[in-house]
């Protein structure tokens, strides 16, 4: 084996890098390399590689207005910024703020085939970018230890939640995932349904990026639709706290 | 000898952005502005759509610079991997149904002398990365296109090229371990010269 020879799971780490997986088979890899330091080596390698490629392309220079533009973008976003960073606190941004959660473990009959790998193809995305991640413990008995782990891009405004050993929610009870802002609100993100083994996997889109929320909690709700506000126990959540930049 | 290649200033320069200074954007898009909308245009074939990717990658890094991980590799790559990243996007949205009939061929296949302008700012990296793609093998290069540049996946370049899906992975595989034992053997070949 020579130095330039990557780890064994090369094939599914380029596979990985390129964002083709199937969202089980790149959940199953994102947890690899959490424990598996030779294997982030490879993908790191795989990455810059990649990356330069980018670089073996014919130059063009793009027209001169497009610096312009970008700079006085960048230079009223930053006033903006600071507003928003004083403001924060004092006001919920709550007006305007949508948040999906696509359940993708729960296949519907009726789901269109393209939209599914739209799907898949989004939650491969979301992992490639993610930097981030953290366990969804259980806080009830009836629950394991963990029960799944959040990947996500601090900058960004998708995640990916894969779900594991979550009992049955009960007959006409849904599991809700709530995303909790930094103001201490709640933001609804979704109902679903594990399926037989308990698993799901859902693609969470968050009203703003994931600086500006400490966390997320599991709820037991109503079915089919959930509740508006949290009504039943807290089963399962976690917290987070990095410094806003 | 203690300057560096490109990726040590780009360090400083992504601390100065950190402390939301615009200078430091202007800095970085003087640096590199020409290789994103470069590779940009290159995947989507249309101007004013590259420049909006240019303008969104620019604009991203500026709202969060946080998102480049020092520890996760040099800057230039993965800034472009993200400008990749965002044109695939588009192009899927925009093409649904594309054939391999519009073939992917961006890769420059020889060295080009390079405008030594951009050789002051990008360093000799790049350069050393066109060389080496110039070296790979027409099938390699070929399949390393069609996945990276032209957002085909592996098991789509097989059944439209007609070849085992095991031989499109084992070439864009080898492509890319060539392109690593490049960079790394020039990494240091610089190391050991200091």
């Given amino acids: 084996m020579d130095r330039f020879s990557l780890s064994e799971h090369e094939p599914a780490l380029v596979e990985y890098a390129l964002g083709e997986l199937e969202p089980e088979e790149a959940v199953r890899v994102a947890r690899h390399l959490e424990t598996c330091a030779p294997c982030r080596e490879s993908l790191r390698r795989i990455e810059e590689a990649l990356g330069w490629l980018g670089a073996a392309v014919p130059q063009h220079a793009p027209p001169p207005a497009l610096r312009s533009r970008v700079l006085a973008m960048a230079a009223g976003e930053g006033r903006r910024r600071w507003r928003l960073a004083w403001a924060r606190g004092l006001a919920a941004v709550a007006a305007g703020l949508l948040v999906l959660a696509l359940i993708l473990a729960v296949t519907r009959a009726d789901q269109r085939l393209d939209d599914l790998a739209r799907q898949q193809a989004t939650v491969a995305a979301v992992l490639a970018a993610a930097d981030w991640s953290i366990e969804m413990r259980g806080e009830v008995p009836e629950l394991p230890a963990v029960v799944g782990r959040v990947y996500l891009a601090r900058s960004g405004r998708s995640s990916v939640v894969a779900f594991d050993g979550l009992p049955a929610s009960g007959r006409g009870r849904v599991y809700q995932l709530w995303l909790l802002r930094s103001d201490g609100s709640r933001e609804d993100a979704g109902v679903f349904v594990p399926d037989a083994r308990g698993t799901a996997l859902l693609l969470v889109e968050a009203g703003g990026v994931w600086s500006d929320y400490r966390g997320m909690e599991l709820t037991i709700e109503p079915g089919p639709g959930g509740s508006p506000e949290p009504t039943g126990t807290r089963v ?4 987070w706290d990095w410094e806003i930049p | 000898m203690t300057n560096d290649l490109s990726p040590a200033s780009d360090g400083e320069v992504i601390a100065r952005l950190r402390s939301r200074d615009t200078a430091a954007l202007a800095e970085l898009y003087d640096r590199y502005g020409r290789s994103v909308y470069s590779l940009a245009l ?11 990717i240019t ?5 991203h890094l500026w709202r969060y610079p946080e998102s480049y991980d ?36 961006v890769l420059e296949a020889s060295v080009a002398p390079s405008d030594p302008d951009e050789m002051a700012v990008l360093g000799e990296e790049f350069e050393r990365v066109r060389r080496a793609v110039a070296e790979l093998e027409h099938d390699q290069r070929e399949i390393v296109e069609l996945a990276y540049f032209g957002g085909f996946t592996q098991r789509e370049i097989a059944e439209r090229l007609g070849l085992p899906l095991g031989t499109v992975k084992t070439r864009l595989r080898a492509a890319l371990r060539r392109l690593a034992e490049v960079l790394l053997r020039e990494r240091e070949r610089w190391t050991d010269s200091r």
């Fill in chain 2, 42 to 52: 290159s995947i989507v074939r249309d101007r004013t759509v590259a420049e909006d």
């Fill in chain 2, 70 to 105: 020092p520890e996760r590799g040099a800057f230039a790559p993965w800034l472009l991997r993200s400008v990749r990243n965002r044109a695939i996007d588009a192009l899927r949205r925009t093409q649904r149904d594309r054939s391999l009939a519009q073939r992917v061929h």
């Fill in chain 2, 55 to 59: 303008h969104e990658v620019f604009l």
């Fill in chain 1, 236 to 239: 399962a959540g976690c917290r």
